[in-house]
């Protein structure tokens, strides 16, 4: 016995839904999530490779297929022209993230703030850098938690600042630990 699927069917692979509430309305739209984020800091222009649909883009549920009348969202956003309606709910809309990218998203910025502290910072008592990974059990021993939003270098002088403070209170995930000094050479 086979399994019947239809061939009309499209699969939400690789999907994210941007969704924004106007007017007591529920308006969604499929995009590629990488290239949403592209979009908003202004490095994708065009929206053909934002968009994961051809036409009637706007969706009440994106999951389901219910698309949102013409004359509804025409109302709530004042246009009728449909991209200018998409640009405004990709400009304000609510990116919906799945829960593996959120954790690679957590892993990379935790990792690249030990980077930075590991490349910035010495022990005081050997003069020799510390490894990104004994630095990375240190923060989660010392319950550092790393904001993927937030700056690398803002969290790695506030990762240091911590370390140091367990390290003088005795507290588990102190490490000795200090800026490293500049060498300079005159030409």
């Not at 086979?2 to 969704?19: A, C, E, K």
């Not at 706007?58 to 999951?63: L, P, Q, T």
């Not at 959120?102 to 892993?107: D, G, L, T, V, W």
Request: positive net charge; proline residues 4%; contains cysteine.
């Amino acid at each position: 016995m086979s399994i019947f699927q239809p061939s009309t069917q499209i699969r939400m692979t690789n999907v994210s839904v941007v969704r924004l509430v106007k007017d007591r309305s529920h308006f969604e739209i499929a995009c590629y999530t990488n290239k949403v984020l592209d979009y908003r800091s202004g490095t994708e222009r065009d929206l053909s490779e934002v968009l994961q649909t051809d036409k009637d883009h706007i969706f009440s549920n994106v999951s389901h297929g219910l698309r949102v009348p013409r004359r509804t969202w025409s109302a709530a956003f004042g246009t009728p022209l449909e991209m200018e309606a998409v640009r405004e709910i990709l400009a304000r809309g609510q990116l919906q993230v799945a829960a593996g990218e959120r954790a690679a998203a957590h892993s990379s910025a935790r990792l690249a703030v030990a980077d930075f502290v590991a490349n910035a910072c010495v022990d005081p008592r050997t003069g020799r850098p510390h490894t990104a990974a004994r630095i990375e059990r240190a923060m989660a021993k010392c319950g550092f938690v790393v904001h993927p939003t937030r700056s690398c270098k803002a969290q790695g002088l506030e990762c240091v600042r911590r370390l140091r403070e367990a390290a003088r209170e005795g507290r588990p995930g102190g490490l000795e630990i200090e800026r490293a000094r500049m060498h300079l050479a005159a030409v």
